[in-house]
């Protein structure tokens, strides 16, 4: 019931910045966090950083002071600010939506991905 689509991977050199783009769309009432996530070759997806309906957010300590996790509620849009990037920021970006109710449960929703590579 929730659809994910990211947008602003590409190609960055060490030291550079890229923002990306989260819209979601269908059944956005019931979400209640968003968060960016990432996955390198032969890794584990690790949250990268995430924020509530409430507007609390949450880093990673190999991001935090160069991510910049924000939302737009009017577009129904979260962004990634990233500065500073670093070849170990190489990944696959994710994004991620919780959403549910007391009468439906909690579910998760992720988006297709979009590749961020840093470097020379």
């Known amino acids: 019931q ?3 689509v990211e947008s602003g991977g590409g190609l ?12 979601a769309s269908g059944s956005i009432f019931s ?8 996955q390198a070759p ?14 609390s957010t949450n880093y990673a300590d190999s991001v935090k002071g160069r991510f910049t996790i924000s939302r737009d ?4 849009t979260v962004y990634l600010q ?4 670093k070849p170990e920021d190489t990944a696959v970006y994710y994004c991620n939506a919780e959403s549910g109710t007391l009468v439906a449960g909690i579910m998760d929703y992720w988006g297709k991905g979009t590749l961020v590579t840093v470097s020379s």
């Not at 979400?31 to 990432?38: E, N, Q």
């Not at 509620?73 to 129904?76: D, F, G, S």
Request: proline share 2%; hydrophobic share 40%.
């Open 2 to 4: 929730v659809q994910l």
């Open 42 to 55: 032969g890794k584990q997806r690790e949250l990268v950083a995430g924020i509530t309906r409430g507007g």
């Open 12 to 23: 960055v050199q060490p030291g550079g910045s890229l923002r990306l783009s989260c819209a």
């Open 73 to 76: 509620n009017a577009k129904n």
């Open 82 to 85: 990233m500065n500073n990037l």
């Open 31 to 38: 979400i209640y966090a968003m968060g960016w996530y990432r």
